[in-house]
């Protein structure tokens, strides 16, 4: 029997016991990394705070010049932009947001905590991969609530 004569010789238990160690923190390492790239984020993102409701909309009415554009270019429009366009949204232009991301409309007109815009910025009901912006601060209550609004209020683009 091999187990038999392992325990007989200490050099041949020693080399096993530290061949198997290393085979698990091989293992383990793995481990970690395959989570940490699924979290994608070097384990930034669990220090946001995602919401645990989409924030209500808020009760004025919204402009998308005046109030949604100024969000989309300050948090989003580096990566779904000119330069970039991520999951192939553009949010710089109208047609963009309309055109949606690959995986389709990112708008439902009237229905803003349906919209996977507002969802994803709030982080609710959407994979984590799909919480935005993906490193960044989360969005604020206020924010949120302007460009639910005005997907509530049909969506509208208003000027240029
Ligand atoms: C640092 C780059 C970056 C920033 C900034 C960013 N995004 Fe994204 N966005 C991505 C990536 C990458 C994906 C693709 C995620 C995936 O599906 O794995 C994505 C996907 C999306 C999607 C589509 C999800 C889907 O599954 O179709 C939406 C909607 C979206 N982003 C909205 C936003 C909004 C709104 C902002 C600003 C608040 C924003 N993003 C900021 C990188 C970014």
Redesign the pocket.
Known sequence: MPDHQLFVNPLKTCLAILLMSGIISILSAEDREEHERHDGRGGKKSSRTLYKEIPPAVSRTVSFTNDVKPI?LE??T???GVKKQ??E?R?DTKEGILAG???GP?IKPGKGEAS??VR??AGVGVES??V?????DM?TKDEIGIIRAWIDQGAKFDGK
């Open positions: 989309l948090n989003c580096r990566c779904h991520k999951a949204l949010l991301s690959e995986d990112i996977l815009l994803s910025i991969d799909q935005m912006p993906p490193k960044d969005l």
